[in-house]
C-alpha cells in the first residue's frame, strides 16, 4: 500500500563489524608503526550525519548511531557511545572484539589515561578531530607516558577496499523568499562579528555555515540539504567557497561566482598554507573545526585566532521568513502526521501492520503534499521493546509486529523548502496499563513545563532542562538524553548552539527554534517520549518585571493520545494547556484533512475530562 522513497530498512551491521577488518586494521598500524588508532565517527567538516565514504567507525564496529568512537590497539578494543545508545551499541557491536564504554561518563581521554601503556604510538587522523578535541587526548596520551602521531593518510582507509565514492550532489540556490536574507547582508554581518579578536581571515568549516551564508543547499549528506563545502572570510576583500566544482551547474556557479571566488577543496588546503607562510592571523573555532585545518596554517608560519564560530548564532536566531516557513512547513507537516496517527488508529488493533509498515505509510502521507524535499532523519518508529531504544532505526531483521497492549513511539520529520519539522508522538495500541498511564503523564507534565516556561534574557537551556525532568526525578526516573536540541531552516534538524539539555550554555534568544522532548524508557517494555517544535519569542507583558521576559510558542500541531494520561495527576493550569493545544490543533487542521481523519481528530482533541 505504501512505499517510502528517502529510507532503506537495510541492515547495515550486516556489512561491517567483523573481526577481519580490526585485524586488518591491526596489521595496517603495525606495517606503519602504530600502536593503536582512534576512529571517530567523523568526516572532515566534524559532521553529525556523514556521507557513506565516511562511515568508518561503522564499517569497523556494525555501530549505526550518529555519536561514538573506537580505539584499536593491538591487544584491545573498545567502542564509546553516549546513552542514546547504551542498548542499541549492544545489538550491533560484538562485545567480543570491542568492550563498550559510555561516552560522557568515561571519555575517551580518561580511558586514556587509564589504559593506554607507556610508550604506545597512538595514532589519529587530524581531519578527524576537531582543534579542542585532538588537544584532549594529546594531554590524555601524554599523561599514559605515550605518543600521539598525526597520520595523513587514514590507515582504515588503506584496508577499506570496497569504500563508496564521495557524494556528488548538485548545489542548489536557496531562494531569497524562504532565505529572508541575501548573501551581502549576511557576509556584511559575520564581518561585522569579527572585528574582534583581530584576524585576517575567517574560516567557516561547517558546511551548514556555509549553506546559510551563501543561500546555497545541496545532497552530500542523507536527509540534511547541504553541499560539503569550506569557506574563507577575509577581514577585506573577495570571500571564497571551496567544493566539488562537479557539483555546480554553470548557472549555479555563476551566481555563486559573483558573490565569492569558487575554488576546489584541494585549493583550499594551499590557501591556508599560504596564509600560514604569509604570518597571517586566521580565526577559527576550535570547537567544530578538524586540527588538521589549524595545522596547515601554524605549521606554516601563521597563527591561529581561537574564537566562536560566528556563523553558528545567526542561523539560530530566524528571520521573519523563516519564521513564516517554518510555522507554514509545521501546518503542513503536522496535516500528514495526523492522518498517519488516524490511519495507525483503525489498522493497528487488528495487529497486522509492522514497524516498517508505519514508517512507510507516514513518509506516504507526507509525501502526498507534493512538497517534502526528503525526511529529516531516519524515522525512528519502536514498538514495545525497540521503543526503549532511543535512537532505533528499523531494518527488516528487526521489524517487530506491533501488538495489542504496546506502547508505539514514533519520530519522524520531514525537509521542506520553508522549514525542517521534527515531532514525537507516543501512541497506546488496544488498552494500556497503569504504569504506562504513570509514566506518560510524567513526561507530559514535564513537556508542559517547558511549554509554559517564561524566562529572563540570557537564561540557557542548562537552566531549563530540570523543568523536564522533575516529575520524573521525584518517581526516582529520568532519560538519557538532552531535552531538546535547535532545529535549522531547510537544514539539519539538529543545530546548535542552543539546546534545552544539561550541558546546554548558550543563552536562548527570540527566534530559536528547539525542540521539547522529555522521554521515559523502560528497557525490554516500553519507551515514551513527547516532542513538539518550540519558538522563542516575547513573553507576555508582567507587571513591574525588571528584566525582558521569553516564552516559547508551540510550533508543531498534532495531537497528544489522551487514553494515555493519568488526569488526577494533572494539575488544572496542565489540564488547561492540553485543551488549548488540542483546540489549536483541531482549528488548524480539521479544515485541510479528509473527512475520516477530520472525524478522528475531533475526537483526539476533545478536551480531557477530570
Known sequence: MFEAHFQSFEDRADRAGDASRVTALRAELKRRGLDGFVVPRADRFQNEYVPPADERLLWLTGFTGSAGLAIVLADRAVIFVDGRYQLQVREEVDETIFAVA???????????????????????????????????????????????VAVDDNPLDAVWTDRPPPPAGAVVLHDLRYAGEDV???????????????????????????????????????????????????????????????????????????LAAVRTEGEFERDLAAL?????????????????????????????????????PMKAVKNAAEIAGARAAQLRDGAAVTRFLAWFDREAPGGRLTEIDAVEA????????????????????????????????VTRRSNRRIAAGELFLVDSGGQYLDGTTDITRTVAVGTPSADMRKNFTRVLKGHIAIARAVFPDGTSGAQLDSFARQFLWQAGLDFDHGTGHGVGSYLSVHEGPARLSKLGGAALERGMILSNEPGYYRAGAYGIRIENLILVIEAPPVADAEKPLNAFETLTLAPIDTRLIEPAMLGTEESSWLDAYHARVREALAPIVDAPTRDWLIAATAPLGR
Open 102 to 148: 559510555h561516552l560522557l561518563e568515561n571519555p575517551p581521554p580518561a580511558w586514556i589515561e587509564a589504559n593506554l601503556p607507556a610508550a604506545t604510538r597512538l595514532g589519529y587522523s587530524p581531519w578527524l578531530h576537531t582543534v579542542d578535541g585532538a588537544e584532549r587526548l594529546a594531554k590524555a596520551v601524554a599523561a599514559a607516558d605515550a605518543s600521539l
Open 184 to 258: 551581502a547582508a549576511k557576509l556584511a554581518r559575520v564581518r561585522a562579528a569579527t572585528e574582534k579578536p583581530v584576524a585576517d581571515a575567517l574560516v567557516i568549516s561547517d558546511p551548514q555555515a556555509a549553506a546559510w551564508l551563501f543561500n546555497i543547499r545541496g545532497s552530500d549528506i542523507a536527509h540534511t540539504p547541504v553541499a560539503l563545502a569550506f569557506a574563507l572570510v577575509p577581514r577585506e576583500g573577495r570571500p571564497a567557497l571551496y567544493l566539488d566544482g562537479r557539483k555546480l551547474g554553470d548557472d549555479v556557479r555563476h551566481r555563486l561566482e559573483e
Open 276 to 312: 600560514g607562510g604569509e604570518k597571517r592571523a586566521v580565526r577559527l573555532d576550535p570547537a567544530i573545526c578538524a586540527d588538521a585545518i589549524a595545522r596547515l596554517v601554524t605549521g606554516n608560519g601563521g597563527k591561529i585566532v581561537r574564537a566562536g564560530d560566528p556563523v553558528a
Open 362 to 393: 507516514l513518509e506516504s502521507f507526507r509525501r502526498e503534499s507534493g512538497l517534502l524535499k526528503d525526511v529529516s532523519f531516519p524515522t525512528i518508529a519502536g514498538a514495545g521493546p525497540n521503543g526503549a531504544i532511543v535512537h532505533y532505526r
